[in-house]
């Protein structure tokens, strides 16, 4: 089974989950009053990456199974997810390798400054979710009604239309890797499909009175640099936000083979593409 696809998902339940919290705390404390700036050199968007790994205890030592760079234009009221996949072949400290390594080998700080070096981009805020807290999570926000396209519902053999997960019905569903046409691709594209749709779902206002519920059982577990204030207004600012303005973008290249082992060659005009069209305020 390739547990990269279900626990990308994973991680990004967890860490939306935790920022609507924040949201929903605050409105009900009348204790902030959201604006539109963020302490970031760029005021209008706001970029970091999220990654998920199998909480040990150790910051080091473990690959990273899930990376994501999250864009958000606060103008706009947009979102880019980017996906990096785990196994894209990369520069790490002058060797080789992939990417998902850079954390095994100096934690989130050489991931950042790999994700920074590779895609030639001014990073620094992070996100680091474990994945043993998701099923109690969506259990608490009630769980989650997501829509299942004719294609997804074809290679799932499932009937295609809205269907409502538990936790570990979430879980099942996205663990699922067998039937696309494409093979990964086709599972990547689930993945960002499911994210776009989870975010709709968790900002809507009728889920907001269950969040502290959510946020208890998740709160002691996300590791990141982002303050309080930064994402209670990314939480604040995206309330209730719409399906079309969150962008699923994928980086192409192609499977490799070297010396036996399988990598995932980024093309270097995806890298460019991406560079100008989405991350141009962050390009060097």
Do not use: C, W
């Amino acid at each position: 089974m390739n547990t990269s696809f279900k626990r990308i998902l994973k991680m990004i339940l967890l860490f939306l989950m935790f920022v609507v919290l924040f949201s929903s705390v605050i409105l009900l404390t009348n204790f902030f009053k959201p604006k539109n700036n963020i302490d970031q050199d760029n005021k209008n968007e706001f970029l970091f990456l999220m990654t998920g790994v199998d909480d040990n205890g150790e910051e080091f030592g473990t690959r990273t199974d899930t990376m994501m760079l999250v864009k958000a234009n606060l103008n706009e009221k947009k979102i880019d997810l980017i996906s990096i996949p785990r196994d894209s072949l990369v520069n790490i400290n002058g060797y080789m390798d992939k990417i998902n390594a850079a954390h095994s080998y100096g934690g989130i700080d050489l991931t950042i400054e790999t994700v920074r070096d590779f895609l030639g981009i001014d990073l620094t805020n992070y996100v680091v979710i474990p994945f043993d807290a998701v099923v109690d999570g969506i259990d608490a926000l009630g769980g989650i009604d997501i829509d299942v396209s004719e294609d997804i519902a074809s290679a799932m053999d499932i009937t295609p239309g809205t269907h409502h997960f538990t936790g570990s019905e979430a879980l099942d569903y996205v663990r699922f890797r067998k039937g696309y046409a494409n093979a990964d691709l086709g599972r990547i594209a689930t993945q960002q499909d499911f994210v776009m749709q989870f975010i709709h779902e968790a900002t809507r206002a009728k889920n907001i009175p269950k969040l502290p519920i959510v946020y208890m059982s998740m709160n002691d577990k996300i590791k990141t640099n982002m303050s309080f204030s930064q994402m209670s207004k990314l939480a604040l600012a995206f309330r209730g936000i719409d399906k079309d303005n969150i962008n699923q973008v994928r980086l192409e290249g192609e499977v490799v083979d070297i010396d036996g082992i399988s990598y995932y060659d980024i093309y270097d005009y995806s890298i460019e593409d991406v560079r100008n069209n989405f991350l141009s305020n962050f390009s060097y």
